[in-house]
């Protein structure tokens, strides 16, 4: 998995451990207070209360609280992303289908074991494009997924990247429905969801 700071743009790199694990504190915190508080209502102050530092230590690599929610994002990204790559390689799943199952299932755990993914999911509570001034969120996300979902496909064609953004635009919808209705996902809407998407990627790829 990359480092999220590095590419995060940050005010000064954490080239020391003890630096890198005081911006890591301070995502900790951030994630913790947005579950507690939400985004609006978090600040540069309180962050640097929960993690334990001084507000100006927070200022020396971040310039503001939305800085701070994009190196969380980008964590939580490289987290997601990697967990789908390693799912994938120990299971060498033989279909497309195996794929869908387990990038939502990895999707559905981080909504229920990491702090602060439920309330911001991949950034766009903050900026639709928090992460890539050219992409929206979900973009990068499914450019990311399609390189790693290509072998699985037969034909993958030339809008394989669309198809898959689409997909995740429906799923990432209907799963926030999902946890509004049960703090755990609701197993109906949950199942439905899969159901659907499969359906729409079937009529792309081939059963």
Do not use: C
Not at 17 to 35: C, E, F, P, T
Not at 69 to 97: C, K, M, S
Not at 177 to 195: C, L, M, N
Request: no cysteine; proline share 4%.
């Amino acid at each position: 998995m990359s480092d999220p700071q590095a590419t995060t743009p940050l005010r000064r790199q954490p080239v020391q451990q003890r630096s890198a694990k005081r911006v890591a504190q301070m995502l900790d915190a951030s994630a913790q207070l947005i579950n507690e508080i939400g985004y609006d209502a978090l600040t540069t102050t309180l962050i640097a209360k929960r993690a334990g530092v001084a507000v100006g230590s927070l200022y020396q690599f971040f310039p503001d609280k939305r800085a701070v929610i994009r190196a969380l994002t980008q964590r939580n990204v490289d987290y997601f992303l990697a967990a789908v790559a390693e799912r994938l390689a120990g299971e060498d799943p033989g279909h497309w289908w195996d794929v869908v199952d387990s990038v939502l299932d990895i999707y559905l755990d981080m909504h229920r074991s990491v702090p602060g993914f439920s309330r911001v999911h991949f950034g766009d509570v903050v900026d639709r494009q928090l992460l890539d001034e050219k992409r929206d969120n979900n973009g990068v996300i499914a450019d990311s997924l399609a390189d790693l979902v290509r072998k699985y496909v037969e034909n993958p064609g030339e809008r394989l990247s669309l198809v898959i953004a689409i997909a995740i635009e429906v799923a990432d919808a209907l799963l926030k429905f999902a946890f509004a209705r049960d703090s755990q996902g609701d197993p109906e809407i949950v199942a439905e969801t899969k159901y659907l998407i499969k359906g729409y990627l079937a009529k792309r790829f081939g059963e």
